[in-house]
């Protein structure tokens, strides 16, 4: 196959193009990294591995952590053991042997992520996390999860929550002017509901749908829309000077060696 008809049947000529012709827009400093990340945003992000282990907890007692691979990097998470299970709750599962931390060692649960699990969920997209979910459900018929354990179903999800608000650039707020909690949440609730009110006005009731990992989900059509709703809704509220906006940039993909 020659360099052309490489080109041509990843469509590559078009992808590179529309790269170099969004750098040249944004005027950056350094093309050749600017286009690297282009790229790399404009590929669709897949979960490539999964691998769990057992860990203890704040309390020394054993517990499930996951990482979650995607070809876009490392998504950790972990649940907690809980003291108790109510009649209808799901139900986390432990190995039951009383030589391995007083019975509360949870291998079985690893090994299902491990194996059952992995295979399961390997290939699909992290930002479907209902689909996640679902496919995680169907593996378990149980009605309380007790063949795969709540416990590894859990972690497997909140890993892939992780994954998949990194892969939508989740944009968020901050109080930071004030030194209560009670207040900064009063202020981080306001501020929710006004940006509602916001994405009504331009884009309908519709445009207020929550999105897989819960955020609102506006059908915008660039980073700086999105900063421009959550702006108008901030200023609604008159607490301006005292929030401010975070971004989920992935940073650790700003590192291009490893010095």
């Known amino acids: 196959m020659s360099v ?3 080109l041509d049947k990843h469509m590559l000529s078009r992808r590179i193009e529309d790269a170099v012709n969004a750098a040249v827009r944004a005027k950056t400093p350094d093309p050749v990294l600017f286009i690297s990340n282009h790229m ?3 590929i669709p992000s897949v979960i490539t591995k999964i691998k769990a282990r057992q860990i203890l907890d704040s309390r020394g007692i054993p517990t499930v952590e996951v990482d979650l691979y995607t070809n876009k990097g490392m998504f950790r998470a972990s649940v ?4 108790g299970t109510g009649m209808y709750e799901a139900v986390d599962l432990g190995d039951g042997d009383k030589g391995s931390y007083l019975g509360n060692s949870v291998t079985k649960a690893v090994k299902n992520i491990n ?3 992995s295979e399961a969920l390997i290939g699909m997209d992290p930002t479907l996390q209902s689909q996640i979910d679902q496919a995680m459900k169907d593996l378990d018929k149980t009605q309380k999860k007790s063949e795969l ?7 497997v999800s909140i890993a892939a929550c992780k994954a998949g608000a990194a892969e939508k650039e989740d944009i968020m707020i901050l109080p930071t002017g004030t030194s209560r909690f009670e207040e900064a949440l009063q202020m981080g609730s306001e501020t929710y509901h ?8 331009r884009y309908g009731a519709s445009g207020c749908n929550v999105g897989e990992v819960g955020g609102l989900a ?6 700086r829309e999105g900063l421009d709703l959550v702006k108008e809704a901030i200023s609604r509220t008159g607490f301006n000077d005292r929030i401010k906006i975070v971004i989920d940039v992935a940073a650790t993909e700003f590192c291009i060696s490893d010095a």
């Open 218 to 223: 506006p059908n915008i059509s660039s980073v």
């Open 149 to 155: 354990g709540a416990n590894a179903i859990l972690a």
């Open 80 to 83: 907690p053991s809980g003291d």
């Open 115 to 117: 194996e059952k699990i």
């Open 194 to 201: 006004q940006l509602k009110a916001v994405i009504t006005e």
């Open 4 to 6: 052309q008809e490489y």
């Open 40 to 42: 790399r945003k404009a």
